[in-house]
């Protein structure tokens, strides 16, 4: 299973970004996607997150500026990224749960990361 984000880029800070990232390989099913990001000397964070059914979960720093949808049948999530601040600046990086047979667990994967540089 692979995950590959793409959208990532350099915006000014009141700017939009979207990123969109796809899965792909031998996938039964996903249950959650999601999104966490990791800034320069910090830990890895949760920006939002998705579940199949379409339930969504945001950490507050992002919350009413950042929109997480997908596609099951492209089994892609989205984030619409609005009012981009300084400090939303870090590597955004692609996260889901996914069964690759009927019998076998969830299993997460991760995708490569995609930057994320908002200038003031």
């Known amino acids: 299973v692979q995950l590959v984000e793409s959208g990532g880029g350099l915006v000014q800070a009141g700017g939009s970004l979207r990123l969109s990232c796809v899965a792909s390989?031998?996938?039964?099913?996903?249950?959650?996607m999601g999104w966490y990001r990791q800034a320069p000397g910090k830990q890895r964070e949760l920006v939002a997150t998705?579940?199949?059914?379409?339930?969504?979960n945001y950490a507050d720093s992002v919350k009413g500026r950042s929109t997480i949808s997908r596609e099951n049948a492209k089994n892609t999530v989205y984030l619409q990224m609005n009012s981009l601040k300084p400090e939303d600046t870090a590597v955004y990086y692609c996260t889901a749960s996914v069964r690759i047979f009927t019998t076998t667990p969830l299993r997460d994967y991760w995708g490569q990361g995609t930057q994320v540089t908002v200038s003031s």
């Open positions: 998705i579940i199949s059914g379409g339930s969504t």
């Open positions: 390989g031998s996938i039964f099913s996903i249950n959650a």
